[in-house]
C-alpha cells in the first residue's frame, strides 16, 4: 500500500521489502507481533522481482531467478508460512539444469538425475565421469550439515572451525574452505572442459574461480542441485515475494511501498524507528530490522549511535564480489535453438564457454583490472517450462554476463555509454552457437541494466554487487558475515537486527537470513519459534 501512517507505532519496523525482509516480516507478524515493511520500489522483492520491462506479456526476474537453494530451507521444505497451501506459490523443477557450450558446439549437460549427468562428462572424460559420481557421493554425506546451518544463526567461526576439526571429513572441508575452487577442480578433474565446466559453478557466487576461500563452491552446489533441483517460480522470482507479501498482511501487518528509508531514528541510544526521506518517522517499539547494505547503514544511516571502537572500520574493509552482474532482457518469438542441439535446447540455463583453461581463467583476472568481456554470456529461458512468461507460443530471454563495476578507462561512469554496445557484442557470441537468433527473432527493444544500472535501481546493490558483498570465502561466511563478532543479526545499537544479503548465509535466493534473523529476534522477545512454526 502507499500513504501515510504519521505517528503510528508498530512493535517491528522491517526497513527494505527485500524477499529477505519479507520472510523476517512474515515469521514476526505470524508471531503476533505488529510489523511494518517499507520498500523504497514501487513493489516489493528487492533483488528477487519480475517485471514487463519491455513488451506486454513478457515478464522477466529483474535479477534473482534460480529459486536453488531456497529448496533446502524448512521454510520450502514444511511449508512453515503456507506459502503453497495459503498463497499459491508454484515451482517447476527442469529436468536438465545446465548445458555448457563449448566452442566446437559440444555441450556437457548436467541433469538432476545424477547417472545423465555422468553420461554426458563420460563424453569429454570416462575418468572425470566417475570423479563426478565419488564428489557427488562424498559431498552429499556432508549436504545436510550446511544445510542445517543455511537457515539458523550460525555459530561463530571458531566454533565452526572446532566441529570440523572433530571428524576426518571435516578436517577435508576446514582445508578447502581454504583453498579457491580452481584447486578443488584441479585435484579431482582432469580433463580441461570438465574443469571449465565446473569452474562455472563455482563463479555463479560472483567469484573468481581462483579465489582462495571459495573451494567449498562445490560441496555445497553439486550435492543440492541433484537433490533439490533448481526451481523455477511459476510467474516469476516475484511469486515469492508476493506470497511473503501476502502472509505479512494476512496476519495483520502493513507493507508500504515508495518509501525509501533515508536513516534511522536513534534514541536514548537504541534504535525507535525509521526515518524515511520525505521526514516521516515511523516508530518501532521492539525493533527494527534491516535488509539494506551494511555499508549503506553504518554509519551514514545512524548518526547519533554510540559505535563500538573500530566498527565502521570492519565494516568499510568488506570486500565486494570479484565481479558484478549485467543483464539483458529480450522478447522472443521462438526459444533459441542451439547449434549442439539435443538436450542444449531443453536446458533452461545454458552457458557458453572458451577452448582453454587459460583464457578461460584469464577472463576473470580481466574483471579485476576493468576490462569489459562478451565472452562466456548465461542465457536462461525460463519460459521453457514456465508458460506464463510470455504470450501464447513467445518466449523470454535472460541473458546474463558478469562483468566489473569500474572500467579501467572511465570508471562507472563509463557503462553509460558503453553499456549498449557490450550488450550487442553478447548477443554476438550467442548466436554464434545458435540458429535463430537473429533480429528477426527478436521482439522490440532489448531491455539492459549494467553493474552501474542495478546500483541505481537498488543501492543497497552496492558497486552493482547483487550480493552485498563477496560471500562464500571464510572472512565473510558464516559466522564471519558480515563481520566476525556480529554474525547473529544483532547489531551494535539496541534493537537494530540486520537481515538481507548482508547477513549470513549471505545474497542469492534462500531466505536464509530472513528465517534465521526472525528466531533471533523472537528469541530476545521470549517468543518461542517452534511453536510458531508447528
Known amino acids: 500500500m502507499k500513504g501515510g501512517i504519521m505517528g503510528k507505532k508498530f512493535d517491528i519496523v522491517v526497513a527494505g521489502g527485500g524477499h529477505n525482509g519479507l520472510a523476517t516480516a512474515a515469521y514476526l507478524a505470524k508471531a503476533g507481533l505488529n510489523v511494518c515493511v517499507v520498500e523504497k ?21 529483474h535479477c534473482g531467478t534460480w529459486h536453488g537453494f531456497i529448496q533446502a530451507n524448512p521454510l520450502i521444505q514444511n511449508d512453515e508460512l503456507g506459502l503453497f497451501s495459503k498463497y499459491g506459490l508454484k515451482y517447476v523443477f527442469p529436468e536438465i539444469f545446465t548445458s555448457v557450450i563449448f566452442p566446437d558446439d559440444r555441450c556437457m549437460n548436467f541433469y538432476r538425475d545424477i547417472d545423465k549427468t555422468c553420461e554426458s562428462i563420460a563424453q569429454f572424460s570416462a575418468k572425470d565421469a566417475e570423479a563426478y559420481r565419488k564428489f557427488y557421493e562424498w559431498s552429499l554425506g556432508m549436504l545436510d550439515m550446511f544445510t542445517a546451518g543455511m537457515f539458523v544463526p550460525p555459530p561463530s567461526y571458531g566454533a565452526f572451525a572446532s ?88 496476519h495483520g501487518g502493513t507493507i508500504r511501498v515508495e518509501c525509501p528509508v533515508e536513516r534511522f531514528k536513534i534514541t536514548g541510544g537504541e534504535v525507535s524507528g525509521v526515518i524515511l526521506e520525505d521526514g516521516e518517522e515511523i516508530l518501532a517499539s521492539k525493533g527494527v530490522v534491516s535488509s539494506l547494505n551494511v555499508k549503506q547503514m553504518f554509519p551514514d544511516m545512524v548518526e547519533g549511535a554510540d559505535l563500538p571502537e573500530g566498527f565502521v572500520k ?54 579485476r583490472y576493468g576490462i569489459p568481456s562478451s565472452k562466456f554470456p548465461i542465457a536462461i529461458t525460463n519460459t521453457l517450462y514456465d508458460k506464463t512468461r510470455a504470450p501464447e507460443g513467445k518466449h523470454t530471454l535472460y541473458l546474463y554476463h ?50 552501474l544500472d542495478i546500483e541505481r535501481y537498488n543501492p543497497a546493490m552496492y558497486r552493482g554487487d547483487v550480493l552485498h558483498s563477496a560471500l562464500m570465502i571464510a572472512h565473510q561466511s558464516g559466522g564471519n558475515r558480515p563481520i566476525a563478532g556480529y554474525s547473529g543479526y544483532k547489531m551494535p545499537i539496541k534493537n537494530l537486527y540486520l537481515t538481507g544479503a548482508s547477513a549470513a548465509p549471505g545474497g542469492g535466493i534462500s531466505c536464509g537470513s530472513g528465517r534465521a534473523a526472525s528466531m533471533v529476534i523472537m528469541e530476545d522477545l521470549g517468543i518461542d519459534f517452534e511453536k510458531i512454526i508447528s
Open 41 to 61: 520500489q514501487d513493489i516489493v522483492g528487492g533483488g528477487c522481482v519480475t517485471r514487463e520491462y519491455s513488451e506486454p506479456g513478457f515478464k522477466h526476474d
Open 163 to 250: 566441529l570440523l576439526d572433530q571428524s576426518e571429513e571435516g578436517r577435508e572441508l576446514l582445508r578447502a574452505s581454504m583453498l579457491s575452487g580452481l584447486d578443488i577442480v584441479n585435484e579431482w578433474f582432469e580433463n580441461e572442459y570438465v574443469r571449465m565446466a565446473m569452474c562455472r559453478f563455482v563463479s555463479e557466487g560472483n567469484q573468481a574461480p581462483q579465489t582462495k576461500g571459495t573451494g567449498l563452491v562445490l560441496f555445497l552446489f553439486v550435492p543440492m542441485s541433484h537433490k533439490y533441483g533448481g526451481g523455477t517460480a511459476i510467474g516469476g522470482s516475484s511469486e515469492l515475494s508476493n506470497a511473503l507479501a501476502q502472509c505479512v498482511e494476512d
Open 314 to 367: 570492519k565494516i568499510r574493509r568488506i570486500h565486494e564480489s570479484d565481479f558484478c552482474a549485467m543483464r539483458v532482457h529480450y522478447c522472443l518469438h521462438e526459444a533459441p535453438k542451439y547449434i549442439s542441439g539435443g538436450d542444449a535446447d531443453k536446458a533452461i540455463w545454458v552457458e557458453l564457454a572458451p577452448d582453454n583453461m587459460e583464457e578461460f581463467l584469464r577472463g576473470y583476472e580481466d574483471f
Open 402 to 451: 558478469f562483468e566489473p563495476y569500474d572500467l579501467k578507462d572511465g570508471g562507472a561512469a563509463k557503462w553509460d555509454e558503453i553499456g549498449e554496445k557490450v550488450a550487442e557484442d553478447v548477443m554476438a557470441e550467442l548466436r554464434k552457437h545458435t540458429t535463430n537468433m537473429g533480429d528477426e527473432n527478436i521482439i522490440g527493444k532489448p531491455d539492459i541494466a549494467t553493474p
